[in-house]
Every structure is written in structure tokens, then in C-alpha cells.
């Protein structure tokens, strides 16, 4: 009679394991992180052109939704300056157009990185637009124009802009 009673046991056991997977599964799923769209421009000779303007294409899927738009900077030694200056001109898919102008802060009155830094580079961050609102859904164009007074920047490896969807 035990023998009869064990495959029942091992037969209910597993459907209890593959019906709390499937519903763990399923929880983990529904409660993971929206989408955030990362592009980055990598320049080759470690500087940025003052007259080369940097185009980003970014997707926005959900329509009547709110974004966090961050840029970033990776910084080696070589970059001297306190401060990153930059132009953004940002054109949303419903046809909204925002142009502004920021100066990312680099380094302190010291000379020393305000940035997290690891071995030879250092990564510099600010918001561009928090909660920023898109209505429609289509291609978020932000353009970033570098506004040091020189022929070449050096010291940046490259430039990005990351959308992160605002939790509600």
C-alpha cells in the first residue's frame, strides 16, 4: 500500500513545483522594470569636434507617459575643463520642439572629477528633462551640440542619452 501512495506523492509534489513556478514566473515578469533606451556616440580620436553635432533616435512605445531624459558623458584625464557645455535640441513625435543649453559640472575648483570614476575614465551625468511627457509615440530626436570655444575637445570618449520611463 506505500507503494502505491509514494508516485502520488512525487506526481503531486511536482505539479505543486511547475504551478508555483509558473506563477512566480508570472509575478517577476508584471513587476519588472519599464524599458530604458540607452544610445551612445563613441569618438574615436578621444574628442569631440566643435562643430560635430550629435543626433540620438530614441523610441517612444508608450503614448501619454512620462520620461526621465539623462545625458552622460565618458571623461578620460585628458578632458582639462570644468565643465561640459552643451546645446540639446529636443524634438518630441507629437512635433514639440525644446532647445536648451546646460553645463554639465566636471571637475571641482581642485581639479578633482565631481564623476564616479574607474581606472583611466570617468563617467559625468545630468538630467536633461525629468518627467518629461510624451503624448504620441514615435522617435524622440535629441541632438547635442558641444559648446567649448575650441576646434576639438579632448578627453571625452563619448557622449549618450538615456530615456527612462517615470514610474506611476
Known amino acids: 500500500m506505500e507503494h502505491k501512495e509514494t508516485p502520488n506523492r512525487?506526481?503531486?509534489?511536482?505539479?505543486?513545483?511547475?504551478?508555483?513556478?509558473?506563477?512566480?514566473?508570472?509575478?517577476?515578469?508584471?513587476?519588472?522594470?519599464?524599458?530604458?533606451?540607452?544610445r551612445y556616440q563613441h569618438f574615436s580620436e578621444n574628442s569631440w569636434d566643435r562643430f560635430k553635432k550629435v543626433k540620438f533616435g530614441i523610441p517612444v512605445k508608450k503614448?501619454?507617459?512620462?520620461?526621465?531624459?539623462?545625458?552622460y558623458a565618458y571623461l578620460n584625464p585628458g578632458f582639462e575643463h570644468k565643465s561640459l557645455d552643451i546645446n540639446v535640441i529636443i524634438n518630441s513625435p507629437s512635433g514639440e520642439?525644446?532647445?536648451m543649453e546646460y553645463m554639465l559640472p566636471v571637475r571641482t575648483d581642485n581639479a578633482d572629477f565631481f564623476s564616479k570614476c574607474k581606472a583611466d575614465s570617468c563617467i559625468a551625468t545630468i538630467y536633461l528633462k525629468r518627467s518629461l511627457y510624451q503624448a504620441k509615440t514615435g522617435i524622440l530626436t535629441v541632438e547635442i551640440e558641444n559648446l567649448i570655444p575650441r576646434l576639438k575637445t579632448e578627453g571625452i570618449n563619448g557622449i549618450g542619452i538615456s530615456l527612462i520611463p517615470v514610474s506611476e
Not at 513545483?17 to 509558473?22: C, D
Not at 503614448?63 to 545625458?71: A, G, K, Q, R, T
Open 10 to 38: 512525487i506526481k503531486i509534489s511536482q505539479q505543486a513545483f511547475i504551478l508555483l513556478f509558473f506563477i512566480v514566473v508570472i509575478l517577476i515578469s508584471g513587476c519588472s522594470k519599464p524599458d530604458r533606451y540607452d
Open 63 to 71: 503614448e501619454m507617459h512620462y520620461y526621465d531624459l539623462v545625458f
Open 97 to 99: 520642439e525644446r532647445i
